[in-house]
């Protein structure tokens, strides 16, 4: 008989039988929801169980330092652990066929929801976070850290802190069935039911509601103010009782107002009107807007003291579009258009302008003849411009000019296809395929780099 030491053995099979308790396992193993811990967690069980309950049944004492045992405990313990081992996967079984999941049908992606949008004060006092429905109204929670206390804030999405973190503003929806409705009857752009923007007082939990939304707009690093656009009812002139003797009824027409909210004030701090673009810097001290009236303007309004400054006026008809500012706030750059002879497309331009002077005036710096243009490009307004960290380099995007359709009537068109047999795509998809590649070229656009010291380009793609 061979002497072996097994006290390390033993005290593991003690330390197990001890933990794990065999009168335990089946209120264990409702907790359990993965069938593959299930198999595993009943395993690891009846094996300590079994090699505990072979050396007792050798007569061998739990508590000796040192134990002895035969082959005939060896072939027990093994012949035990596969019994067991037999049981616990038949066990398994069972549990697979007890927590089976029912099958999924539509119903349950109506009510299907998910949690997302996560956002945090610099103070750590207050979280945000989103729950959308797969089919129906979601809702915007914002919770008190400190309190632990949440407010639920039904129908809301996109929402955001000020910097200061007492304040956060969000969007409330429409119903979701109010909005399929109108979908329904087709409508759509402006006659669609409107967003409302939502201002709440983290602190007094009171909250400020403006219908109509259309756009908002905030700075990125800092500011006490964010703009927005609504759509409110105008009344109309009467008409004039001499030319129609029967007045007829005033019809209420829309009006889009930029709304200036300072979360200092708690309050709508002025009113710009005829606002079509606006975009804040970031440090939030300075909006630029577009507007037209009877011209077209891109001026910088400062929402503390309330003065504008024209930085560049136009007739109504050009085009003046996605103005971008640097990082520094000193440089500002647009496309524009101020030929009304010629389409945007085909005589776009690029104007800057200097905002740190007391009178800024913008300078027409890239147009289609600029020197060192690729040939047969033109500059693009499909790619916005961006400056270079120091706002010493502007890159912008040129491209192929549009082909004009051929006003020609299509039986006097002359055309002709040539397909080799060799040719990657048949003869019945060439056209198709041809036509498509023809579309992908006026698409592509190549970037521009632009150096203010001096003016000259630079082709990097």
Not at 46 to 59: D, H, M, R, V
Not at 113 to 134: E, I
Not at 445 to 461: E, G, K, L
Request: with cysteine.
């Amino acid at each position: 008989m061979t002497i072996v030491s097994l006290a390390v053995l033993v005290s593991m099979n003690v330390q197990l039988a001890q933990s794990l308790k065999v009168t335990s396992m089946l209120s264990t193993l409702t907790l359990v929801q993965n069938v593959e811990l299930v198999q595993m967690h009943v395993r690891l069980k009846l094996l300590a169980w079994a090699n505990i309950q072979s050396l007792k049944f050798n007569g061998y004492p739990l508590g000796s330092r040192f134990l002895s045992y035969d082959t005939t405990a060896l072939n027990m313990k093994r012949i035990l652990s596969g019994l067991l081992m037999l049981m616990s996967m038949g066990y398994g079984m069972n549990m697979k066929a007890q927590v089976a999941k029912p099958a999924l049908d539509h119903s349950v992606y109506k009510i299907w929801q998910n949690v997302g949008g996560f956002h945090l004060t610099d103070d750590g006092k207050y979280a945000s976070y989103l729950t959308n429905v797969g089919e129906g109204d979601g809702s915007v929670s914002v919770v008190d850290l400190k309190k632990t206390e949440t407010v639920t804030i039904p129908r809301g999405s996109r929402a955001k802190f000020s910097f200061d973190g007492k304040y956060m503003y969000l969007t409330i929806r429409p119903f979701y069935e109010q909005t399929q409705e109108a979908k329904r009857k087709k409508l759509k752009g402006d006659k669609l039911p409107k967003d409302t923007l939502a201002i709440m007082n983290l602190k007094t939990k009171e909250i400020s509601k403006f219908p109509g939304l259309k756009k908002v707009e905030s700075p990125r690093e800092a500011g006490n103010y964010i703009a927005f656009n609504v759509e409110v009812d105008k009344k109309a002139i009467p008409a004039d009782s001499i030319k129609d003797a029967k007045k007829k009824k005033a019809k209420n027409q829309k009006e889009t107002l930029t709304l200036v909210y300072g979360f200092k004030e708690e309050m709508v701090v002025d009113t710009l009107r005829n606002v079509d673009v606006m975009l804040f810097d970031e440090s939030g001290k300075q909006l630029f807007c577009i507007a037209t009236d009877s011209t077209k303007q891109l001026f910088v309004y400062n929402p503390e003291t309330k003065v504008s400054k024209v930085i560049l006026e136009a007739h109504k008809k050009a085009d003046i579009q996605r103005p971008v500012i640097s990082e520094d706030g000193n440089r500002i750059a647009f496309y524009a258009n101020t030929d009304d002879t010629k389409k945007f497309d085909e005589n776009v331009e690029i104007y800057t302008c200097r905002m740190n002077v007391e009178n800024p005036k913008p300078v027409k710096v890239v147009t289609n003849e600029i020197p060192g243009l690729p040939q047969g490009m033109l500059v693009s307004k499909n790619r916005a411009i961006t400056f270079n960290k120091k706002g010493d380099r502007m890159f912008f995007g040129v491209t192929y000019p549009i082909a004009k359709k051929d006003s020609t009537i299509k039986d006097e068109q002359a055309s002709l296809d040539v397909w080799h047999y060799q040719d990657p795509y048949i003869a019945t998809q060439y056209l198709q395929v041809k036509g498509m590649a023809i579309a992908h070229q006026n698409m592509w656009i190549y970037c521009i780099i632009f150096h203010h010291r001096p003016n000259s380009i630079t082709d990097v793609a």
